[in-house]
């Protein structure tokens, strides 16, 4: 199980939440909800073990993180959405996790690539 925030101030609502709940995810009070409960647009995420949307939540994924999670977990399952345009969506959210990486610390690939070639 998570544990809540070094600083308890910084303890957010989810924390609270995690901390009450068991180690076993798929007995968390929270998938009872509607949220989690209803889906528009099929059940590629309702017939997965840990929808995208908890597994990140509770993992404190960023969004892109989440997006790649999301695209994973439903690629071919979609109705109307093919594998591979759900892999062209992954490849799309690394391509900008990357870009936002090197800007926020000014490390780029090539930096990396020259360092372990």
Known sequence: MK?????PDRVSAWDKYVE???????????LK????????????????RVQPMYYSEMNDL?????SIIKYA????KKLGESF????????HCCDLWEDIYEAKTGQTRKDYDDANT
């Open 20 to 30: 009450e709940t068991t180690d076993d995810v798929m007995a968390a009070p929270v």
């Open 33 to 48: 909800k509607k949220g989690f409960e209803n889906q528009i647009g099929g059940t590629h995420y309702q017939d997965l």
């Open 84 to 91: 591979f345009k759900d892999i062209d969506k992954i490849r």
């Open 3 to 7: 544990e809540p925030s070094e600083n």
């Open 62 to 66: 960023n969004a892109n993180a989440h």
């Open 73 to 76: 977990s439903r690629a071919g």
